[in-house]
């Protein structure tokens, strides 16, 4: 009887090895990354007020390059008045920290071109996210937006 459960054993320890191999568990490092790189700048780019829902916890807070603080209230009702004003939104992580706690710090650069009556532009920023994971889901509680600069195209 021992010997059939060492079998199973064996069995469910290469099932869960070949999934892991085949990327069947995706590391907390890539479902952040993907949240801050592909996700984030999805939900502005289709004004998708739904999905920033769900990326930012209730008790968000951002400050922006002025200096302004909005909540997560504040943040989505703004997505939804506010179609993008901008062609493409890139965002590139620089720094992705993960702590004992449960808590991340994500930050990196963002890099936005469009047009408007003067003709293209572009510009880029400097973004630094705090996030906490609850119940196995990541979710933003903090950012910060700095070092705005428009760029000679």
């Given at each position: 009887?021992?010997?059939?459960?060492?079998?199973i054993?064996?069995?469910l320890v290469?099932?869960?090895?070949?999934?892991?191999?085949?990327?069947?568990?995706?590391?907390?490092e890539e479902?952040l990354?993907?949240?801050?790189?592909?996700?984030?700048?999805?939900?502005?780019?289709?004004q998708?007020?739904?999905l920033?829902?769900?990326?930012?916890a209730d008790?968000f807070q951002?400050v922006?390059?002025?200096?302004t603080?909005?909540t997560?209230?504040e943040?989505?009702?703004w997505?939804?008045e506010?179609?993008?004003?901008y062609?493409?939104?890139?965002f590139?992580v620089?720094?992705?920290?993960?702590?004992?706690n449960g808590?991340?710090?994500v930050?990196?650069?963002?890099?936005?071109t469009?047009?408007?009556a003067?003709?293209p532009?572009?510009?880029?920023?400097q973004?630094?996210?705090?996030?906490?994971?609850?119940?196995?889901?990541w979710?933003a509680?903090?950012s910060h937006?700095?070092?705005?600069q428009?760029?000679?195209?």
């Amino acid at each position: 009887m021992a010997t059939w459960r060492f079998g199973i054993l064996v069995v469910l320890v290469l099932t869960v090895a070949a999934g892991a191999a085949q990327g069947g568990e995706r590391s907390d490092e890539e479902i952040l990354t993907e949240i801050k790189e592909v996700l984030w700048p999805r939900a502005y780019a289709t004004q998708d007020v739904a999905l920033l829902d769900r990326l930012l916890a209730d008790e968000f807070q951002m400050v922006d390059a002025a200096g302004t603080w909005s909540t997560k209230a504040e943040e989505i009702a703004w997505l939804r008045e506010n179609p993008p004003s901008y062609d493409s939104l890139v965002f590139t992580v620089k720094r992705l920290d993960i702590f004992e706690n449960g808590s991340a710090i994500v930050a990196g650069e963002g890099h936005v071109t469009g047009a408007d009556a003067d003709g293209p532009w572009e510009m880029t920023y400097q973004s630094t996210n705090v996030l906490i994971k609850r119940d196995g889901v990541w979710r933003a509680v903090a950012s910060h937006v700095s070092g705005v600069q428009r760029l000679q195209p």
